[in-house]
């Protein structure tokens, strides 16, 4: 696989590289993050829930 170059001749590395290739295929980059997103929320609902049956057994 050749690598791109930029338009200064340099070869892209790291995070630029990254940003170059994720954005060719934007449909399922978009998904992942929504995806990544609804993960993060969900993994803080245990943590709610706690938070609410705890408020009960004291009846604050």
């Known amino acids: 696989m050749a690598k791109k170059e930029s338009q200064d001749g340099k070869s892209k590395k790291g995070l630029s ?4 290739l994720a954005m060719t295929q934007k449909a ?3 998904g992942g993050m929504l995806l990544s ?7 803080f ?5 706690i938070y609410f049956i705890i408020q ?5």
């Open 56 to 60: 009960e057994i004291v009846g604050a």
């Open 45 to 49: 609902l245990p943590y709610l829930a």
């Open 28 to 30: 399922p980059m978009v």
């Open 17 to 20: 590289r990254l940003m170059e």
């Open 37 to 43: 997103a609804m993960a993060t929320i969900a993994s």
